[in-house]
C-alpha cells in the first residue's frame, strides 16, 4: 500500500509528517528523516486501532 505523506516545517524549527488520508495520523522529529521514520510505526499502530474500532452510537448521513 502506498500512503501520501506531507512533511513541513514547524515554527519551532521541528519537522511534522502527516499522512492526510488518516485522520490524526502525524509524526514528529528533528529532521524530516526523523519524522518519516517515525511515520512507519504510526501508520502500523493507526491501522492497528482501527481495526478494532467499534463506534459508540450509530452514526447518520444526512443528504439536503
Request: charged residues 25%.
Amino acid at each position: 500500500m502506498k500512503l501520501f505523506i506531507v512533511i513541513e516545517e514547524d515554527r519551532h524549527g521541528f519537522y511534522v509528517a502527516e499522512v492526510p488520508s488518516l485522520p490524526g495520523c502525524f509524526s514528529l522529529g528533528r529532521t524530516p528523516e526523523e519524522a518519516l521514520t517515525g511515520m512507519h510505526q504510526v501508520v502500523e499502530e493507526w491501522f492497528q486501532i482501527m481495526a478494532n474500532y467499534e463506534p459508540e452510537h450509530e452514526q447518520r448521513v444526512y443528504s439536503c
